[in-house]
């Protein structure tokens, strides 16, 4: 078991950045590929990045790539989601996510899950 737990969101106005954060506790989480996905009210659950168990790989959504970076830093445990130059279709709940295996952007590949973070950017 891999518990995950986000924090970092709030309201920001366009053009803003905010850092997410995704804690693990639990199993050792260097041996976890590590995914970030959003979900907007009324859409479905979106791939944003992810990351490989190293952080030798990485992956990101067409929509984000040149903003948004992901990172991590298996001594703290921790998964970073920098997002800058935030639009006001970045506004959803945050989720980050992990899996053992090869790094993959479909959201049903992921096993443990983390509450979520709401992130609001404001026009």
């Known amino acids: 078991q891999v518990q995950l737990v986000e924090s970092g969101g709030g309201l920001v106005q366009a053009g803003g950045s905010l850092r997410l954060s995704c804690a693990a506790s639990g199993r050792t989480f260097s041996n976890y590929c590590v995914g970030w996905f959003r979900q907007a009210p009324g859409k479905e659950r979106e791939f944003v990045a992810a990351?490989?168990?190293?952080?030798?790989?990485?992956y990101y959504a067409d929509s984000v790539k040149g903003r948004f970076t992901i990172s991590r830093d298996n001594a703290k445990n921790t998964v970073y989601l920098q997002m800058n130059s935030l639009k006001p279709e970045d506004t959803a709940v945050y989720y980050c996510?992990?899996?053992?295996?090869?790094?993959?952007?479909?959201?049903?590949?992921?096993?443990?899950w983390g509450q979520g973070t709401q992130v609001t950017v404001s026009s």
């Open positions: 996510a992990a899996r053992r295996g090869p790094l993959v952007r479909s959201f049903r590949e992921y096993d443990y």
């Open positions: 990351i490989s168990w190293g952080g030798g790989s990485t």
